[in-house]
């Protein structure tokens, strides 16, 4: 669909560690190189650069991550000289650190400049505003939802005009996570290794163990649901935050919930894990720029329950194929979750299809990677 004719691409981002920047980096790195391009990424590098290896996209280690002002300046001498000496057309810019070396780079050198605003950005001084502010400075800004979108016409308004924004959300790779490619062997194992009922009932939530994701939220509800028979497997990692655990699992133990609720660091097999939930929870008490549990989830024909705050209320569509729930409210939750435990066959099969559909049609990995290369395209063009 687009010919970028071995046009070389660079985006830059903090390092390659996992997480949803650097797979959406990945991805779109992959669609410049099916569309004829050369994908170059520069960062400080990281446990996923194996990927752009193997997928023939080129990697340049520069210490991007760091916010020391004399390094961003530094960095930006190094990019102008990798953009010059690579014959780099255009920029893609996905934090702010590695943004601001790369938009003096870009703009020094008269090519297209363009971002990912990815998040919030809070700040609390107009200090911080500014710094924030590179990530509204693009020739084109990418907002993830439109949540971000009115965020950034909001906050960033003496920065950007409208027409300078394109939504274009994060996007699920529907060919892992596919509920027909999930084997009878990979439920198995994984029940045996959560130590999980042949066939009951499963609350999933999934996601980082801190106070905002809500996890006390969900305790809490599940507290109240008196007839509950099932698991409630909270699956995230405790890291930097052992005594929010603490306080968790305290809480479990105070309520007797014990038989009922299983704390997982890790898995490494996602689509098994969301095809055994009856459920998927996600109960954050802070607005979410996206959303992408939510996106996964769904892409496996499951049922959601989310708060109603930022992007989720843009992917569920309420009553449908998910319900929306007032945050912080640990009854309305309950109430939720008793609806979607007693779901018929038929009605949880005409949810899975609805589901998957919309992520499909809205938050899939080939809509992303064309809406992103169609903007690279126009810009070339132009160029």
Same mark, same amino acid.
């Given at each position: 669909m687009f010919d970028l004719k071995h046009q070389m691409i660079l985006q830059v981002l903090p390092a390659l560690n996992q997480g949803g920047v650097e797979r959406g980096t990945i991805d779109i790195a992959e669609g410049i190189i099916k569309a004829g391009g050369k994908a170059l990424v520069i960062s400080a590098g990281g446990k996923l650069e194996p990927q752009l290896k193997k997928i023939g996209a080129e990697h340049i280690r520069l210490p991007l991550n760091s916010k020391n002002p004399f390094t961003i300046c530094l960095n930006f001498l190094r990019l102008r000289k990798f953009i010059r000496e690579k014959k780099v057309a255009l920029v893609h810019a996905r934090s702010r650190g590695p943004a601001w070396s790369a938009y003096w780079a870009a703009r020094s050198l008269k090519i297209p400049f363009i971002t990912t605003f990815h998040g919030t950005y809070n700040f609390r001084n107009n200090g911080k505003k500014y710094y924030n502010s590179v990530m509204a400075r693009g020739d084109q800004v990418i907002a993830i939802s439109k949540f971000i979108q009115e965020h950034i016409?909001?906050?960033?308004?003496?920065?950007?005009?409208?027409? =300078?924004? @394109?939504? $274009?959300?994060?996007?699920? &790779?529907?060919?892992?996570?596919?509920?027909?490619?999930?084997?009878k062997e990979r439920s198995e194992s994984l029940k045996k290794a959560w130590g999980l009922d042949k066939n009951g009932t499963l609350i999933l939530m999934v996601g980082r163990l801190v106070r905002w994701k809500g996890q006390a939220i969900l305790l809490e509800a599940l507290n109240k649901m008196k007839d509950f028979k099932g698991c409630c497997v909270i699956l995230g990692s405790s890291q930097g935050h052992e005594q929010y655990l603490n306080e968790l699992q305290a809480y479990v133990?105070?309520?007797?919930?014990?038989? =009922?609720? @299983?704390? $997982?660091?890790?898995?490494? &097999?996602?689509p098994t894990a969301y095809s055994l939930a009856t459920a998927v929870v996600h109960a954050s008490t802070a607005p979410e720029a996206f959303g992408r549990v939510i996106a996964e989830a769904q892409a496996m024909g499951k049922f959601v329950i989310a708060s109603k705050l930022g992007a989720p209320e843009e992917i569920i569509e309420n009553e449908k194929t998910g319900l929306l729930v007032a945050p912080s409210d640990s009854l309305t939750l309950k109430q939720a979750l008793e609806t979607a435990v007693t779901f018929s066959p038929a009605k949880r099969k005409e949810i899975s299809i609805e589901a998957r559909k919309r992520v499909q049609n809205l938050f899939s990995k080939k809509v992303m990677i064309q809406e992103t290369l169609r903007i690279y395209t126009e810009f070339l063009q132009k160029k």
């Open positions: 016409e909001k906050k960033y308004k003496n920065y950007i005009t409208p027409n =300078k924004i @394109k939504i $274009i959300y994060r996007g699920v &790779d529907l060919d892992y996570f596919d509920p027909q490619n999930v084997t133990n105070k309520n007797s919930l014990t038989d =009922k609720v @299983k704390f $997982i660091e890790q898995c490494q &097999d996602m």
